[in-house]
């Protein structure tokens, strides 16, 4: 396991790879990594394009701990395109069940890649910024960078 903590807009980030593939990235200020890895230095770099505005997908090996239900969750996350914005109903109803909305909403809020795996694309009923593992400013913050439209209410 390697972990690299890095200055970025959104404050101190962490990621962490394990055997080749990113498990983790946190937005904890307390944690202070330095280790280094290929996969680590790619990651670091696709995030630093991302927020220069040269990169709209990241193309990295992950592998986020959740359960089956989780993953299929977050993979419906990496399907919402860089300045879009999707619902939890939205999500549900791609996902065959309307009535997980709160199940998907919980699944999102688990996700332990954000901005890489992008939660922070999901809003509530109409526009409404519910909740993020890194704030709600950070939050708005992603979305104004990608150019999402937000109806505030």
């Known amino acids: 396991m390697n972990s690299k903590s890095f200055h970025s807009p959104l404050g101190r980030l962490t990621l962490t790879e394990i055997n080749g593939e990113i498990v983790r990235l946190s937005f904890d200020e307390s944690l202070d990594f330095s280790d280094q890895s290929s996969i680590i230095s790619k990651a670091e770099e696709q995030l630093n394009d991302y927020f220069l505005g040269r990169r709209k997908r990241f193309d990295l090996p992950?592998?986020?701990?959740g359960t089956a239900f989780q993953k299929?969750?977050?993979?419906?996350?990496?399907?919402?395109?860089f300045g879009a914005t999707s619902s939890y109903g939205e999500l549900a109803r791609k996902l065959g069940d309307p009535k997980k909305m709160r199940a998907i909403g919980a699944a999102n809020g688990q996700n332990p890649i954000p901005i890489i795996i992008p939660c922070h694309?999901?809003?509530?009923k109409d526009g409404k910024m519910i909740g993020f593992s890194g704030?709600?400013?950070?939050?708005?913050k992603l979305l104004e960078h990608e150019g999402a439209l937000l109806a505030f209410g």
């Not at 992950?62 to 701990?65: G, K, S, T, V």
């Open 62 to 65: 992950l592998n986020p701990e």
């Open 121 to 124: 694309r999901v809003v509530g």
């Open 72 to 81: 299929n969750v977050w993979e419906e996350l990496e399907k919402i395109p």
């Open 135 to 140: 704030g709600v400013e950070r939050k708005i």
